[in-house]
């Protein structure tokens, strides 16, 4: 085939609310291996690239370091601690960078995979499929993802299908280099 005629096709990526996944998952009872997510995306719907947006939390070094070598592009926010009632608080929304780094990849993409239950996304995934650019939603928990989502039904994958797949084998390490 010559070149003339060969067509390039621009890949896929996936955005991934990393707090939303992660919460969402283990308040269903299960953790998981974002190692297994990872090859899932890269098999099932060929993304060529996975932005996970996670909030930093000096400490958890091993967690970022397993995160990159699992072939996420890791994109950290930076986090506050505050105090409230006597506990201690870490506040990290990921939600306007994953917006931004979506838009900003824009003509990398052939289409993107959300991964998000957060009706915040509403007018990006609104965005996204008016322009043909939208492949999934990944959904993490189908019993708690934002209204403002559903007429995006068609749309929808949901990751608790998938726990046998895609849970951790092992119980144990949570990654944290520190307590």
């Not at 409230?84 to 929304?93: I, P, S, V």
């Not at 994953?98 to 900003?104: Q, R």
């Not at 559903?150 to 307590?179: A, E, H, M, Q, W």
């Amino acid at each position: 085939m010559s070149k003339k005629n060969k067509k390039i096709t621009k890949p896929i990526y996936a955005f991934i609310d990393s707090q939303n996944l992660n919460l969402s998952i283990r308040s269903q009872g299960w953790k998981l291996d974002f190692k297994r997510f990872r090859i899932y995306l890269k098999d099932k719907y060929k993304v060529e690239k996975a932005f996970l947006f996670i909030g930093y939390i000096p400490g958890n070094q091993i967690l970022y370091t397993y995160l990159q070598e699992s072939d996420y592009i890791v994109v950290f926010k930076p986090t506050l601690e505050y105090k409230k009632d006597d506990k201690r608080y870490t506040k990290g929304n990921v939600d306007a960078d994953l917006v931004l780094h979506t838009m900003i990849q824009y003509p990398n993409y052939n289409k993107a995979i959300i991964v998000s239950g957060d009706g915040d996304f509403h007018c990006l995934i609104e965005y996204l499929k008016k322009k043909n650019k939208l492949s999934h939603i990944i959904i993490p928990n189908p019993k708690k993802y934002s209204a403002l989502l559903r007429k995006f039904r068609k749309y929808f994958v949901y990751i608790n299908d998938l726990k046998k797949k895609l849970s951790t084998k092992k119980r144990g390490s949570n990654l944290r280099t520190r307590p």
